[in-house]
């Protein structure tokens, strides 16, 4: 089962424009990743935010964690076509390293 | 370093045959994840390993399905026999405990069952 449940399932924009993207989780967590996966390639690490970080910015990437609400927001601000991929939050579930992935979000950066 | 190396990068196989899939993670990870992926169900963590043991297959759907670690860097993922509901980007990742969590996905596996 998914943890963590992305929202828009699909966002296009245009370059230059910020795009944000959003992930509500289910259960307690002690940190929240997100992930970039470009066509028919594997997932990359894009950020990591802990239980007790509010905020966490990394280039032009801003994520936040309201863990009172369960959710997180990923922030590209000024985006470029190369951003358009799809997205994930991952959030540990059972113990140990053990991450679960969300439906993800599909980003289309238009010139 | 060359990151999770996976291979075939795509196979194509008839219904019944034996599907092997190869995964060589980064030197010094510890941790080995099998996932697959598919538009309907989307990412599925089918087991991992820690240092070459199995830890947790909950995930992996029938017994048609084996994970093998027998070092640190070498690790397999049999389907036998497969079936065209199987057919599935599969990915192998790869963590070090230190690094928080954070997982080195390779390239995938795009399997398709006829």
């Known amino acids: 089962s998914q943890q963590g449940e992305e929202d828009p399932q699909a966002l296009s924009i245009q370059e230059g424009e910020n795009a944000t993207m959003n992930c509500s989780y289910k259960?307690?967590?002690?940190?929240l990743q997100w992930y970039r996966q470009n066509s028919g390639r594997g997932l990359v690490h894009l950020i990591l935010i802990r239980s007790n970080e509010r905020e966490k910015h990394s280039g032009r990437l801003r994520v936040t964690l309201d863990t009172s609400k369960k959710s997180s927001s990923l922030l590209i601000t000024a985006s470029r076509a190369a951003d358009t991929a799809s997205y994930f939050c991952a959030t540990p579930g059972g113990g140990g390293n053990k991450l679960t992935f969300g439906t993800g979000t599909q980003l289309k950066v238009e010139l | 370093d060359a990151g999770v190396i996976q291979s075939p990068r795509h196979e194509v196989t008839e219904m019944g045959q034996e599907v092997t899939l190869r995964c060589k993670p980064i030197?010094?990870?510890?941790?080995l994840f099998w996932y697959r992926q598919t538009m309907m169900r989307g990412l599925e963590l089918l087991i991992y390993f820690n240092n070459n043991v199995p830890i947790d297959d909950s995930g992996m759907p029938e017994d048609r399905f084996s994970a093998k670690m027998p070092n640190a860097s070498f690790s397999t993922l049999k389907i036998q026999p497969s079936e065209p509901r199987d057919s599935a980007v599969y990915f192998c990742a790869s963590s070090f405990v230190s690094s928080g969590e954070k997982l080195f996905f390779g390239s995938g596996t795009q399997l398709s069952v006829l």
């Open positions: 259960t307690s967590i002690n940190n």
């Open positions: 030197s010094g990870h510890d941790y």
